[in-house]
C-alpha cells in the first residue's frame, strides 16, 4: 500500500533562512512524488514533481525538491525564505505503474516564515 | 486563478438539508476529481470521474452523491449529513486519469461545508 508522511505539522522560519518541509513515502513501485502548496482561501497549487532522472528537481516560487531513494524521502528546500512562503504544503505520492486517480496526499506541514 | 471554479465558497446546512455543490473547468481537460480535507488529517479522495464515468469511489457514505453530466461540470449532492461530515471540499481536474506521467492536478478553491 501507498503512504505518505510528513511528520512535522508546522515549521517555523526566519525571513532570509534556508527552509526544509520533510516528506517520507512507502511505494511498492517506483514512486512518482510531488509537492502542492495552499495559500489561505485557496485550492492546492502544483509547485514540483519527481518521476525520474536528476534527484534534485526545481519548480515555482524557488523551491526544490530532493528525491532521496536509500531514505524514501522528497524534502522541499528553499535557500532563502520569504514572508509570502508562509502557507499549506502538501506532500503526494503514487505508484509509478498505477493511475493519476491513486494519487496519495500527505496531512500538510504548516510552513510560517516570520519577517 | 487555477480555471477550476467551485460553488459556493461557504455553506451551512442542517442534518436534514439536501444542498449540492458545484464545480466547474474551463480546462478542456478529461478527469474531475473531489478531494475532503480536513484539519491535520491527509487530503481524502472521494470520488474521480473520466470522460463523466466515474472511475473511482473510495468507500464514501451514500449520502454523498456525486454527479458528472458533461467533462466541465462536477457536483456532489449531499442529504442528511453529520456533524463529521463538515470539512473543506476541493475539486480537482486533470487532463486524463489514465495518462500515466500526467497528473497535475488544478484545485479549485473549495467549499467550506459546516453541518450543524
Known amino acids: 500500500a501507498q503512504s505518505v508522511a510528513q511528520p512535522e505539522d508546522q515549521v517555523n522560519v526566519a525571513e532570509g533562512n534556508p527552509l526544509t518541509v520533510k516528506c517520507t513515502y512507502s511505494?511498492?513501485?517506483?514512486?512518482?512524488l510531488f509537492w502542492y502548496v495552499q495559500y489561505p482561501n485557496r485550492g492546492l497549487q502544483f509547485l514540483l514533481k519527481?518521476?525520474?532522472?536528476?534527484?534534485l528537481v526545481k519548480g515555482s516560487y524557488g523551491f526544490e525538491a530532493e528525491f532521496n531513494k536509500s531514505q524514501t524521502s522528497f524534502h522541499l528546500k528553499k535557500p532563502s525564505a520569504l514572508v509570502s512562503d508562509s502557507a499549506l504544503y502538501f506532500c503526494?505520492?503514487?505508484?509509478?505503474?498505477?493511475?493519476?486517480?491513486?494519487?496519495?496526499f500527505g496531512s500538510g506541514t504548516r510552513l510560517s516564515i516570520r519577517p | 486563478e487555477t480555471g477550476v471554479t467551485q460553488t459556493p465558497r461557504h455553506l451551512v446546512m442542517g442534518m436534514t438539508n439536501k444542498k449540492s455543490l458545484k464545480c466547474e473547468q474551463h480546462l478542456g481537460h478529461n478527469a474531475m476529481y473531489w478531494y475532503k480535507q480536513s484539519a491535520k488529517k491527509p487530503l481524502e479522495l472521494m470520488f474521480v470521474y473520466s470522460l463523466e464515468e466515474r472511475v473511482e469511489n473510495n468507500s464514501v457514505p451514500s449520502r454523498f452523491s456525486p454527479e458528472c453530466p458533461n467533462s466541465s461540470h462536477l457536483f456532489l449532492h449531499l442529504h442528511t449529513l453529520q456533524p463529521e461530515d463538515s470539512a473543506l471540499y476541493l475539486c480537482?481536474?486533470?487532463?486524463?486519469?489514465?495518462?500515466?506521467?500526467?497528473?497535475?492536478?488544478?484545485f479549485g478553491s473549495g467549499t467550506q461545508l459546516s453541518v450543524l
Open positions: 519527481y518521476i525520474t532522472g536528476d534527484n
Open positions: 503526494a505520492v503514487r505508484d509509478g505503474y498505477s493511475s493519476a486517480s491513486k494519487i496519495i
Open positions: 511505494v511498492s513501485g517506483n514512486p512518482y
Open positions: 480537482a481536474s486533470s487532463q486524463d486519469v489514465r495518462i500515466a506521467t500526467n497528473e497535475k492536478l488544478f
